[in-house]
């Protein structure tokens, strides 16, 4: 529908100053923290991945259901460190919802661990400059080092490709990533 495409590229520029905001927040206070990161990286949704997203997910009301319009994606070094990672994000946005990805996963499907959290700017950020980002949602994706190289071989292998990988393997995929997220707790 056109009137959404239109309302989606009126609202992205917005989304990627979100993004931009939430990634540089959380650079200065982990490292702030003394808690060791790999990367933090932000992202605007593309056209293409939202028109893409709304044909697979068959939503009704795109604009309102989908919720990573703006992502970042903070790699830290150590598993041990997420409840720091937790505390940062809690103590400098409002947290909306968490998603612990590793308790969602079956033993059958490929996949990584991680932890997303869905948040608003919190009440710190005041004045002109985020006025028109108050209300908007960002999802924080966190996840070690190991988990984001899980991550990228789930994209590349299965996501991409899922029914081309046989079942047996995927399932020998799976528990082997299962036995290193386990060995990196």
């Known amino acids: ?17 979100l993004g931009n905001e939430v990634a540089y927040t959380l650079n200065k206070k982990l490292a702030r923290a003394g808690i060791d990161f790999s990367t933090i990286t932000y992202r605007a949704k593309e056209l293409d991945s939202f028109l893409e997203k709304v044909q697979r997910k068959s939503y009704q009301d795109p604009l309102s259901e989908i919720t990573d319009f703006a992502g970042v994606r903070v790699v830290y070094l150590y598993a041990d460190d997420l409840p720091k990672v937790e505390s940062v994000i809690g103590e400098n946005f409002e947290v909306i919802e ?27 950020f005041a004045g002109p400059r985020y006025d028109d980002l108050k209300e908007l949602v960002c999802e924080i994706q966190t996840r070690t080092v ?22 047996f ?13 386990r060995a990196d707790t």
């Open 146 to 167: 190991l988990q984001d190289a899980w991550a990228i071989i789930d994209d590349h292998l299965v996501y991409k490709n899922e029914s081309g990988i046989p079942s």
């Open 98 to 124: 968490k998603i612990d990805k590793l308790t969602e996963k079956r033993e059958d499907n490929f996949g990584y661990g991680a932890v997303h959290f869905l948040v608003k700017l919190g009440r710190e």
């Open 1 to 17: 529908r056109p009137d959404v495409v239109k309302r989606f590229l009126d609202k992205r520029h917005d989304y990627e100053k």
């Open 169 to 181: 393997l995927r399932r020998r995929l799976n528990s082997l990533a299962m036995s290193f997220e």
